[in-house]
């Protein structure tokens, strides 16, 4: 008998409905905003994400699944979607595909991390990259698209933090003078802290371990030391403030990837417990040329699909498509019952029957346990007398139709495709 592994979900056909629905709705709304999708592999060279996502990060240091292919080479099940979309762009040169600026990507992600509720080791991501512009619109409008996705989508209690990182030059300025500062407080950090703080000093802002929040209250703000990148981050702001979105500037917001450069944001969702973020993202300049490709500006985010699933209101969550069970019994109903599953289906309709069946009790009796909405009754008489009885197995009433009207008959009654419950 085996098990998953831990930190892993089966997501299983009752689950589907809501994952597809909530697939679509990136899909659609990815689309309205001109992102186009891209599938990139789920594995890349490690060396993508070590010089990508930064060596001294968490993800780096701890969470990746990293193992050697056959012949040597050093491989790791991706992280997650940004390195991989920035060097599968440069790879293919879509820098001369102008349709092919903004992109989008749906799927799984792997991080070996301490698994517990919101938090696992396989996880989907919706995620955006808008490539290519250097104008604070672009982050205005990937994170409108971003607010958007989660209104349409009813979350509840969201909150947008935002803050700025600054050009490289001015945050290597700042973490000098961080570094200053922490020293002062470094008997209040936790050990985490005193490692990070020699290599990489801003996540020390972000320990939730609560002394070392208390320590850092009056830390030097980041937002403080960019006298050039400032004007940047106001117009973000503006243009978010135009569009009536609303966002907290959080001085504090440093995120867990180095890639980062100017604005960073994060979504969080008051109904979560620890793991409320459920979408994180901001702009990352620099990581063209990180990973050997031309210097070229970008910005994006990413979702948690996992998190958003479990606040999604239930109201939204689409039936399955309804079923139509059919019980063709005896010699000629049986034949026929098969030709009307096929015509039915080639209409778009969901038909099942049971094979093991024989008897109408029997196959009625598969019907409900099948949970069909309408059960299409055709034995030899029915056959002989060219008609067919349709039940609805919810009220029991049933009606007598022409064999060759079926469809006709039926299709008012299903309700359509994916229609709320
Ligand atoms: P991230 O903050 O590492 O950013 O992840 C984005 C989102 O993925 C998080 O806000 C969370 O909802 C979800 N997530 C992350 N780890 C887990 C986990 N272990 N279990 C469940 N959900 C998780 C990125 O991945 C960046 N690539 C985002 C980005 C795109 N920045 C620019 N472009």
Redesign the pocket.
Known sequence: MFSRMKGVKDILPDQIPVWSFVEKTAHEIARCYGFREIRIPFFEQTDLYVRGIGGTTDIVEKEMYTFLDRDGTSLTLRP???AGVVRAYIEHHLSQTPTARKLYYIGP?F?H?RPQS????Q?H?F?V?AIGSTHPESDVEVITLLWRFFSSLSLPALRLEINSLGYHSEREQYKKTLLRFLQTVFSSLCQNCHRRMHTNPLRVLDCKVPSCRLATENAPQLLDYQPSSIHYFQQVLTGLDQLGIPYHINPRLV???DYYCLTTF?VLCGELGA?N??????R?DGLFETLGGPPTPA??????L??IIAVLPPSLIPSPPPLVFVAGFGENGKIAGRHLLEVLRSFGISADTDYQASSLKALLRSAHRYGASHTIILGDDEYQQKHVIIRDMQSKQQFITPIDSVIQALQPLLPKRGEPV
């Open positions: 997650e979607g940004t992600m991080r991390e919101g938090r696992f080791r996880f991501q995620g990259e995120r867990g990837l994060e793991q973020a459920i979408g994180a993202g901001g990352y910005v994006g985010f990413a979702v948690g996992e998190r």
